[in-house]
Nanobody, 116 residues
């Protein structure tokens, strides 16, 4: 079993920054992908970015490129999302996930609210 716990969400003004963390515990293998989805109010969940255990990164939305940076610490089984220059449209619940051996695991989510 794998457990994911997010932290770091909150309320911030437009132009501000937040850093999300997600710590994984349990049966974590050496090969996996960790990442972040977000679900804005009234919308579907969407991929933000992911990072492989080898450090390869992918950003799904051009609107976050240059503002968000995903990283991970394999020794701590933790993935981070540094979010800079936040905009009101970044307001969402952010979910961490881990994909390994054909299974997806999810955190419970952390709320990010950006005020204008």
């Amino acid at each position: 079993q794998v457990r994911l716990v997010e932290s770091g969400g909150g309320l911030v003004q437009a132009g501000g920054s937040l850093r999300l963390s997600c710590a994984a515990s349990g049966s974590i293998g050496s090969l996996n992908t960790m990442g972040w989805y977000r679900q804005p109010p009234g919308k579907q969940r969407e991929l933000v970015a992911h990072i492989t255990s080898g450090g390869g990164t992918y950003y799904a939305d051009s609107s976050v490129k240059g503002r968000f940076t995903i990283s991970r610490d394999n020794a701590k089984n933790t993935v981070y999302l540094q979010m800079n220059s936040l905009k009101p449209e970044d307001t969402a619940v952010y979910y961490c996930y881990l994909f390994q051996e054909k299974n997806n695991y999810w955190g419970r989510g952390t709320q990010v609210t950006v005020s204008s």
